[in-house]
């Protein structure tokens, strides 16, 4: 019995792991802007293409992300990076659309 314990709680364990990560990056990049400059500029774009998307704070920066019914969630990560902060995509499948990528490219200057 002890022993079914540890296996469930090791798979409980497992799956919030994998709920605080957005999968593989598909890009990143950097800008001069601080986290919260560049989300600033950011979630409001994303809001306009996907009226659902949302902000998190994370350690050293935000989570933004913009819910899909269809494919995987697109995330865009921005942390504090030297000077300025890097900003990673995680993007939710290849039916996805590049609007979001775009808005956030724009943000970067």
């Known amino acids: 019995m002890p022993n079914f314990r540890i296996l469930i709680c090791s798979t409980l364990a497992a799956s919030l792991i994998g709920c605080a990560s957005p999968g593989n990056p598909t890009g990143s990049k950097l800008t001069d802007k601080t986290p919260e400059e560049y ?35 697109e995330v865009l990560e921005v942390v504090e990076y030297h000077d300025g902060s890097r900003a990673t995509f995680y993007k939710g499948s290849f039916l996805s659309g590049d609007k979001l990528r775009q808005v956030a490219r724009e943000c970067l200057d």
């Open 39 to 73: 989300a600033a500029c950011v979630l409001p774009k994303w809001l306009a293409v996907a009226p659902h998307a949302w902000q998190k704070s994370i350690t050293n920066g935000y989570r933004i992300t913009a819910p899909s019914a269809v494919t995987s969630d």
